[in-house]
């Protein structure tokens, strides 16, 4: 019957991972949504090349014939 205390306990000391600010429930795990765009915006990159800017018009073409004309 005491472990619903702990698990209480357990949210205690829990502070943004960005700016070690305390946590705000409505965006847990951060303090705020700004700080919560910088995290996603940091894993997004870390974790996707972004080809957008760096393939300027490079778009593979689906139809490999662009010769074809008449
Ligand atoms: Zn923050």
Redesign the pocket.
């Known amino acids: 019957m005491q472990i619903s205390k702990v698990k209480n306990k357990k949210n205690k000391a829990t ?7 305390p ?1 705000v429930q409505a ?1 847990r795990p ?3 949504k ?3 765009d ?1 995290d996603l915006s940091r894993w997004l990159n870390g974790r996707y090349a972004i080809p957008v800017t760096e393939e300027d018009g490079a778009i593979p073409t689906p139809f490999g014939n662009e010769n074809i004309e008449e």
């Open positions: 502070s943004c991972s960005i700016c070690q600010k946590v965006f951060f303090c705020s700004r700080c919560a910088v």
